[in-house]
């Protein structure tokens, strides 16, 4: 049986050299309060990438100053991000994996001095600050943000931008009937509500023509929020406008109890796969090599994503592997001693 973990996927004009991807997972260490990369964010991934994932999300980072969750995350929006974005790209492509960027803006979640943005003047939480509902200006420049990190991005010499729309941030709150009271052309309807993401979309793909994903909240987890169905129509919508990928997280919305345990999100990813038939990446909760293998051998998924488990154990891959009684290649340098 051929081991599917360690198979290559190929994806527009990149291969990657293996199914494992580490999620994006934010750092909170920019202590210089800049956005700029700094020595921590070059090791840490890199060694993720040593440990041999296929695929190196990095975690999300802001397309502008405002759309930061905190002051010391990884920011795109600026040329002066360049730099340090170029280096930690030609440090992790040394070693033998891919990369991509996770383009994000925090809206409503924004916990930040100052004026946040979001579709609808609503606070996520009691003490949490309430957003501006944002007006056509706002939207225009926010759109116009992505774009530039996209460009950005690109420059810096990523594999894969992915879009993050999943975890109650700004493009998630437009698509959620919960979070979106809106009353002009990007309220009310589904449609309407997908507009600012399709926008958002279209506007990385005019200068961005490598793989894109985008990261998606499957489930509100409220009867009156977005269930999995909505997202199988928003995937074909997402498909048909060049999205290679859906990545399907789920919550974080609104304030919700969710219980999770081992996979508890692949029913989204294979539901997303089927019924849109697109690429789509797994994530939550997959610590095994034998879970991981499961969800590609049973087609449910194309990639895994994973999170808490390489920050726990960078070289995951090597545990998955002997796992799987797969013969995976060491890093050049440790040839004698893997
Ligand atoms: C995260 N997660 C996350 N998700 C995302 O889309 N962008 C991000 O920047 C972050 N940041 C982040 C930081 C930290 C420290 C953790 C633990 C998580 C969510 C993450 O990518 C993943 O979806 C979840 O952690 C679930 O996967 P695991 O950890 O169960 O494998």
Redesign the pocket.
């Given at each position: 049986m051929t081991i599917k973990l360690f198979e290559p996927l190929e994806i527009k004009n990149i291969t990657l050299k293996n199914r494992i991807v580490m999620?994006?997972?934010?750092m909170y260490s920019c202590h210089l309060e800049d956005g700029k990369v700094e020595d921590w964010h070059l090791v840490h991934y890199t060694s993720r990438a040593v440990g041999q994932a296929g695929l190196i999300m990095v975690?999300?980072t802001a397309v502008s100053p405002e759309g930061r969750i905190s002051p010391r995350d990884l920011g795109i929006w600026d040329d002066s991000h360049i730099e340090g974005l170029k280096k930690l790209v030609k440090m992790v492509k040394a070693q033998g994996a891919s990369i991509g960027i996770?383009l994000a803006h925090a809206g409503r979640k924004a916990m930040l001095e100052g004026e946040i943005l979001a579709p609808s003047a609503i606070a996520y939480k009691e003490g949490m600050k309430t957003p501006k509902e944002m007006d056509g200006e706002d939207i225009h420049s926010i759109i116009s943000a992505f774009g530039k990190a996209a460009e950005r991005a690109k420059e810096a010499g990523f594999d894969v931008i992915e879009i993050?729309s999943?975890?109650g941030y700004l493009l998630n709150e437009f698509l959620s009937p919960l979070t979106n009271k809106r009353l002009d052309q990007y309220g009310g309807s589904f449609a309407n509500r997908y507009r600012f993401l399709s926008e958002v979309m279209a506007t990385v793909k005019s200068v961005w023509d490598g793989p894109l994903f985008v990261?998606i909240s499957a489930s509100d987890y409220h009867p009156d929020g977005l269930q999995v169905s909505d997202y199988v129509t928003m995937a074909r919508w997402m498909k048909d406008e060049g999205v290679d990928l859906i990545d399907c997280?789920s919550g974080a919305v609104v304030p919700a109890k969710i219980k999770p345990f081992p996979g508890y999100q692949v029913a989204f990813a294979e539901q997303i796969k089927k019924e849109a038939d697109i690429l789509t990446g797994a994530?939550?909760?997959?610590t095994a090599g034998i879970q991981a293998e499961e969800i590609l051998q049973n087609g449910r998924a194309d990639l895994v994503?994973?999170?808490?488990?390489l920050l726990r154990d960078p070289y995951w891959p090597r545990t998955a592997a002997r796992e799987l009684g797969y013969d995976l290649s060491p890093p050049t340098p440790y040839e004698r001693g893997w």
């Amino acid at each position: 049986m051929t081991i599917k973990l360690f198979e290559p996927l190929e994806i527009k004009n990149i291969t990657l050299k293996n199914r494992i991807v580490m999620s994006p997972m934010c750092m909170y260490s920019c202590h210089l309060e800049d956005g700029k990369v700094e020595d921590w964010h070059l090791v840490h991934y890199t060694s993720r990438a040593v440990g041999q994932a296929g695929l190196i999300m990095v975690e999300a980072t802001a397309v502008s100053p405002e759309g930061r969750i905190s002051p010391r995350d990884l920011g795109i929006w600026d040329d002066s991000h360049i730099e340090g974005l170029k280096k930690l790209v030609k440090m992790v492509k040394a070693q033998g994996a891919s990369i991509g960027i996770q383009l994000a803006h925090a809206g409503r979640k924004a916990m930040l001095e100052g004026e946040i943005l979001a579709p609808s003047a609503i606070a996520y939480k009691e003490g949490m600050k309430t957003p501006k509902e944002m007006d056509g200006e706002d939207i225009h420049s926010i759109i116009s943000a992505f774009g530039k990190a996209a460009e950005r991005a690109k420059e810096a010499g990523f594999d894969v931008i992915e879009i993050h729309s999943a975890h109650g941030y700004l493009l998630n709150e437009f698509l959620s009937p919960l979070t979106n009271k809106r009353l002009d052309q990007y309220g009310g309807s589904f449609a309407n509500r997908y507009r600012f993401l399709s926008e958002v979309m279209a506007t990385v793909k005019s200068v961005w023509d490598g793989p894109l994903f985008v990261r998606i909240s499957a489930s509100d987890y409220h009867p009156d929020g977005l269930q999995v169905s909505d997202y199988v129509t928003m995937a074909r919508w997402m498909k048909d406008e060049g999205v290679d990928l859906i990545d399907c997280s789920s919550g974080a919305v609104v304030p919700a109890k969710i219980k999770p345990f081992p996979g508890y999100q692949v029913a989204f990813a294979e539901q997303i796969k089927k019924e849109a038939d697109i690429l789509t990446g797994a994530v939550g909760l997959i610590t095994a090599g034998i879970q991981a293998e499961e969800i590609l051998q049973n087609g449910r998924a194309d990639l895994v994503f994973l999170g808490r488990v390489l920050l726990r154990d960078p070289y995951w891959p090597r545990t998955a592997a002997r796992e799987l009684g797969y013969d995976l290649s060491p890093p050049t340098p440790y040839e004698r001693g893997w």
